[in-house]
């Protein structure tokens, strides 16, 4: 079986998912459309790599949530066209797929590229995601999931965040616990982008007028303290009590209540951004004059507890890593899904890794969730990460409402 390998990898900064209104100003990217986000990060790479490496392009696989409206019509599809008008380089013969695995879906798209590469299949792949959630708003598809009270009740579906404040319950968790991390991710994204550390990673976006829209993370305080974390109070005990608690309690009949911990702080701001990463097999970036920076190691989609929600992640977490034959121990970097604020807390204390390898230039509850795009983003900062630490290992987790887990070991080469 061939190898599959990581050429370049490359995200957006991320906006604030806002759309302008008379009363407030929208973020900085709502004006700008989701495939025209996408056109940028195939020029970005065309550059950094170079412009004939475009050619070699076979497939472009885009992770998208929201479906519908300016995301609707084969996102991926409309993406490779729009390209391809404006300069971009990719061929009418590239392959497209637009996928929904919901929050994983950008590191479910990379990790399909990845066994096309051990397939043997020719060519280079461009996998990744987008998500303008000032333009298609979370739950804006109004699936029948979400919105007929019978079949939701049949399902029992749940809103994410009712993961999360079940995640807290189940470990003990107190709202300090989880503002300690939400602090952490604020401070170390501030001080990875004022040290320069997303430099290599993240690609300014520019406006229709060619002036740069949107060049850092939007979502990130710099100024942030515990003290202001205390004073934010839980935000969701009102939708347990229309019946999310009952669902959760009948489910898990060993508690007495759930805890209503998370303040909106303690939940990554939604938000606009893009991410692509260059894949393939060795012989196809040969072909194309590249050399692999890091190899895929191991890939893990997972399902689990409906419920609980967030527990694939872990699942997928030990897949991928057993599939690589290394411990969680030898990794030099982990990039962990900040899905809220009690899945991260749960993730260090149950498994101990080391602190100082893990999100160590912030994650989500600093600089916000694009959904379809985090995993992508995720691998793109992954990689950078390693190299600029010379780290060999590294992992992605991404977590998904619904018991929904994906994951990727890389090793730099």
Not at 72 to 98: E, F, M, N
Not at 122 to 142: I, Y
Not at 272 to 290: P, Y
Request: glycine share 10%.
């Amino acid at each position: 079986m061939a190898e599959a390998f990581i050429f370049d990898a490359v995200r957006t900064p991320r906006g604030k998912g806002r759309a302008a209104t008379d009363a407030k100003p929208g973020g900085a990217l709502c004006r700008i459309a989701p495939h025209e986000l996408v056109r940028q990060l195939v020029v970005a790479l065309g550059e950094r790599t170079g412009p004939d490496v475009l050619d070699s392009v076979a497939r472009l696989i885009l992770g998208c949530v929201g479906q519908v409206g300016v995301q609707g019509g084969h996102i991926a599809l409309v993406s490779r066209l729009w390209a391809a008008k404006h300069g971009a380089g990719l061929s009418d013969d590239v392959h497209v797929k637009t996928l929904n695995n919901y929050c994983v879906s950008g590191l479910t798209a990379i990790n399909e590229s990845a066994l096309w590469a051990r397939a043997g299949e020719s060519g280079l792949c461009l996998a990744g995601g987008v998500e303008m959630l000032s333009q298609a708003p979370f739950l804006a598809d109004n699936a029948a999931y979400y919105t007929d009270e019978r079949l939701s009740r049949d399902l029992a579906w749940l809103p994410p965040i009712m993961g999360a404040e079940l995640v807290a319950t189940l470990e003990g968790l107190q709202k300090t616990d989880l503002d300690e991390i939400t602090l952490a991710s604020h401070r170390r994204a501030a001080a990875a982008w004022k040290e320069g550390r997303y430099d290599s990673s993240v690609i300014p976006v520019l406006d229709e007028k060619g002036v740069v829209a949107l060049a850092s993370d939007e979502w990130v305080r710099p100024g942030l303290t515990m003290e202001a974390l205390e004073a934010m109070p839980p935000a969701f005990a009102a939708q347990g009590e229309e019946g999310a608690d009952d669902v959760m309690l009948r489910h898990y009949p060993q508690l007495d209540k759930i805890s209503h911990l998370h303040s909106v702080a303690n939940t990554p701001g939604l938000s606009d951004g893009a991410a692509l990463a260059l894949t393939g097999s060795r012989e196809a970036g040969a072909s194309a004059g590249l050399r692999p920076r890091a190899r895929i190691l191991a890939m893990a989609e997972t399902a689990g507890d409906p419920i609980l929600q967030f527990g694939a992640g872990f699942d997928a977490m030990e897949q991928a890593l057993k599939k690589a034959g290394v411990s969680l121990h030898q990794l030099d970097r982990i990039e962990f899904m900040e899905a809220f604020a009690a899945p991260p807390v749960k993730f260090l204390r149950r498994y101990q890794p080391d602190p100082e390898r893990v999100n160590v230039n912030g994650g989500h509850l600093a600089m916000g969730h694009p959904m379809g795009a985090t995993g992508a983003i995720l691998t793109a900062t992954l990689l950078h990460e390693l190299e600029r630490s010379g780290g060999a290992l590294g992992l992605v987790v991404a977590l998904a409402a619904n018991g929904i887990g994906s994951a990727l070991v890389m090793e730099r080469v």
